[in-house]
């Protein structure tokens, strides 16, 4: 980049100008060359797409599935990152470790690559190493570990969630490096285990240890819309019922003989979930959805065969709750239902419950959230807004610790956790130029 870079301006424009007491042309050609600059980054972000592909590929290959949820844990694709990273020309990369007894190598790794800034505060961009497991593939139409581009996407588990915005912010940071920008504040990339399933082995152990500080300018890049337009500031609570029926498993053509424990269960779903929807209607229009739902979505196999009455039965359900409701009398409510179903039934019937309530709310006047609009302002031409989601990322647990946390990445609607899960191409260019220009002091 040029040194100083100036326009020519019409004569009664250049005296006005001169004319103007709180303004100078020196000003005005520094203006002018802060501009070109940050146009420059944007057109070097673009310039790394194909890269940007290539290494959100060579990432998603790499399984990443919780050890408690029949995987084997990051550790290989914690390496390829570093090695990538390296490749990259970054070689501050410092490893943290969490126990895990069920993973292979008896801990999850986490990544921290930090580069010097103007200042000492930091922003600080975390995306998860971690993916769900594929499911059933019958519903896929590619090896969801053998990532493919098709047109204007690329699929393949995790190339959405988390994989877009991984690969962004490492490519944001790259192209700031490329042109020798010297970023406005110093940058941490954290790229953290066990997200998917409740941060237990990552973010949670790691906050114990004063890795982030209370000035951080954290940003999540987990959760956004196709538009790029939402800032998340608030989640709502998170709820998790666990249910276990026991009946007395016998022949089905002798059924009085038993007690079929997946009828009790058929009874106490419906049961739970009419009530909960019937009693806490409350809705808050700064989340999406606006009001607290409560979802059926986990049973496990019974028996192998028609011909038995099952003697056990075990369901979950998802709820995720507006801060307005109270949880302890959703709380008290399924306990009762349960307890009712039980008596009526004779069934033994034990309940847990997974409970996190609701984090306190970001302010749309942090520093983060300022600075987060104003880039994606720049890159989408659009006045994002700030909100509310179900909940469930990193930004809860930061919040919890008064630390303030903004939410926002340019993601497919509804792709997450789904059989052939995809991001668009552009969108993972999109967010390193938003990360990017919030490096350069956007």
Known sequence: MPKNFYISLPKKIYTHIQNMASVSVKSQNIFLRRDQK?????????????????GLTR???????SPHNGGTGEYLKALEIEKLANELGFDKIHWEYVDDDKSPTGSRPSLF?????????????LSHIDVVPEGNLKFWTLDP?????????????GVSDNGNCLIASLFALKAV?????????????????????????????LLERNLFRPDDLLVVPDM????????????????RLKFTVTGKQVHASLPHTGLNACRVANLLAVEVDNAL??????????????????????????????????????????????????????????????????????????????????????????????????AVKRVFNIEPETGGVGGGTFAALFRRKNIPAA??????????????????INYIVNNAKVFALMMAGE
């Open 38 to 54: 940050l146009d420059n980054l944007l057109n070097e972000v673009s310039n790394l797409k194909n890269q940007m592909v290539e």
């Open 59 to 65: 990432l998603c290959k790499i399984p990443a599935v």
């Open 113 to 125: 690559l930090e580069y010097q800034g103007r200042k000492a505060q930091r922003i600080c961009i």
């Open 145 to 157: 570990f053998m990532p493919e581009v098709r047109g204007s996407r690329l699929y393949g588990r």
């Open 177 to 205: 490096k490329n042109l020798n920008i010297i970023p406005e504040y110093s940058i941490l990339l954290a790229f953290v285990a066990d997200e998917e399933m409740g941060s237990h082995y990552g973010l949670e152990k």
């Open 224 to 239: 956004g819309n196709d538009q790029g337009s939402l800032i998340e500031i608030a989640e709502k609570a998170i709820f």
């Open 277 to 374: 929807n019937e009693n806490f209607k409350q809705h808050d229009d700064n989340f999406d959805p606006p009001f607290s739902t409560f979802e059926p979505t986990k049973r496990l196999a019974n028996v192998p065969n028609t011909n038995t009455v099952p003697g056990l039965e075990y369901f979950e359900f998802d709820c995720r709750v507006l801060p307005s409701v109270d949880l302890d009398e959703v709380e008290k409510l399924v306990k009762k239902i349960t307890a009712d179903i039980e008596n009526k039934t004779g069934a033994k019937i034990n309940l847990e419950i997974d409970r996190t309530d609701s984090a306190p709310n970001t302010s749309p006047d942090e520093k983060v959230v300022k600075l987060l609009k104003s």
């Open 407 to 424: 939410v926002w990445s340019q993601e497919c609607d509804g792709v997450a956790h789904m059989p052939d899960e995809y991001t668009e």
